[in-house]
């Protein structure tokens, strides 16, 4: 098609025929703006994370905490000599930090899958859950401790393992049973995703009738914590966490197009089921690797977008990154409380986002006239 | 030959819904699509837009084979403005107009140049470009109508297909937008397909009609050629009246009044507008 025989907007014709409008101004303004926020929040995060490491039963100074990170650097680390006891390393290094990094990961995984969720179904109230990726790895998990399957594989008990296929076997599921043919309807997905999911608890449960001494062990790990969380835990998220949230980036501009409705984002040119598909299946594997890691965190992938989005507006290409560093930043609060809060005992990190949730879902309410994403 | 559709059948749920459709459209005409609820109208423009495709037949879209190209190059091409827009999350007029870039554009770059310059002209020529910082879900249904056109023009189409839109507008909204699409498509060449509910307006502002009845073209050509009490009333099956307009000379499509009817009554109703009172029977008046 010859581009010169394109209709041209050159725009020097003045539109006089449409009366004049009311005020440009609106009625109110979008709180912040991206790019500041984003620095806002990556700052914050550090400041948090070297925070986060300093406290604990063994209270550790803050320079010392520096030097101690520094010192693994190449080039840098030789110039502080060793003058801290030996365990406050370890405590540092193979404590403290691999736990914090997690839940950083873990945070900023879930928010933005929730994210991707709630622009793919056009709804605020979505999470990373919403297809019963967490009934599906619960009742993987319970299985496992159920059954004594606590043995080592590659380093990694079976539990989280177990957790993460169950969660496969879930996503795998719900997509055959909501699909017609190569379409993937939302309305039955989330059908199937709620069905499959029941159907799971309700096995969950059964499993716990029938084997309640493990009860205790099991309803702790669904709540999820980051305690006794190291390295494996860490290396094995990370690859499903950055590709997630890589994957999910990548489809920023069709997600901003798909809130405007499928048909309108198909006539703008996106290939709606493809990205959907991919973007569902991608979304649920990240949050399932969080689960499989860390038990079932509530609220972050809920509270997280959904407030950002109210601050940054719709535009993915801001609220993805500012999700992932928000997501991060309030889950590795919430587990430093967990953890810091009723020493020695831990409180589960879900309790404490939860605890989030109720005065949330108040403000939501509070805000009734507001529609819409 | 802008725009060709040959044979096209299509069916909704096991129902046909187009019955063998031929149409040729010409670069830069205004056609409006009339006809009763249920005949294929919508439909007919979402075959257009590759939304439903046909069961058989194809369309042709500046030669190309429509069903060959990827949905991006298809809205380069086409762009479409639908009825109603559903409820938006919170975009601004100028961010919702930008989203019209998007099948230009490449996927890690920012907005070009290119991309504000033509997201400022979409703007400007709908008259939204004092509303640019404003919410779009603020907007009046006039407003966000015009905002919806501008998006559209951002796709720099070739096409511009319509569905009914200004069905829920008042008069003067209307007109604007009609007047707007007219000299898209004189002015600067661009072709527009709408459909349209009012045959009146459908007569004052586009080049050529198609009449749909059941799924098959019953008249196509100029609005006195489709804008016939015959045609109309084997489409719709109503008596109606077709005079010249007073100032346009094109078919104006009045309804008589069905039974006898005194100029006192109407007088007293309708208090003025009337050419004059409406007192002869449909029989013995017709048109041109």
Known sequence: ???ESRPQLDGKEKWHHFQKD???????RRLVKGPPLLVFLALSLVGAALYALTLGPAAIPVEETVHILLERLPLVGRYWAQSWPTNHQVIIWDLRLPRV???????SSLAVAGAAMQGLFRNPLADPYILGVSARAALGASSAIVFKLNFQFFGLSTVPLAAFLGSLLAVFLVYQLGRTGTLLPVGTLLLAGVAVGSFFSALTSLLLVFFSDDLHQVFFWLLGGFSGRGWTHFLMVLPYGLLGQGAIYYYSRELNLTLLGEETA????VEVEKVRRQLLVVASLTAAASVAA??????????VPHLLRLLVGPDHRFLLPASALGGGLFLLLADTAARTLIPPTEIPVGTITAFFGAPFFLYLLRRRRYSGL | MHLQIHGVVVSYQGKEVLKNLTLEVRRGDFLAIVGPNGSGKTTLLRTISRVLPPERGTVFLGGKDLARLSQKEVARHLGVVPQNQTAVPDFTVEEMVRLGRFPHQRRWQRESRRDEEVVRAALEVT??????ERFFNELSGGE??????????????????????TSHLDINYQQEILELLRDLSARRGLTVISVLHDLNLASHFADRLIMLGNGQIQAAGDPWAVLTPDNIRSVYQTEVLVVPHLLTGRPLVLLPPRGP?????????AGGGYAEPPARRVAGLRGR
């Open chain 1, 101 to 107: 990094l997690l839940a950083i990961l873990v945070g």
């Open chain 2, 144 to 165: 966000q109508q015009r905002v919806i056109i501008a998006r559209a023009l951002a796709q720099e189409p070739e096409l511009l297909l319509l569905d009914e839109p």
């Open chain 2, 127 to 132: 008259g939204c470009l004092p509303l640019r």
């Open chain 1, 266 to 269: 198909l006539n703008l040119g």
């Open chain 1, 22 to 28: 009311d005020s440009a101004v609106s009625s109110r």
């Open chain 2, 261 to 269: 009817v005194t100029s006192a009554e109407t007088a007293g109703k």
């Open chain 1, 1 to 3: 098609m010859n581009p």
């Open chain 1, 294 to 303: 860390s038990g079932i965190i509530g609220f972050v992938g809920l509270i």
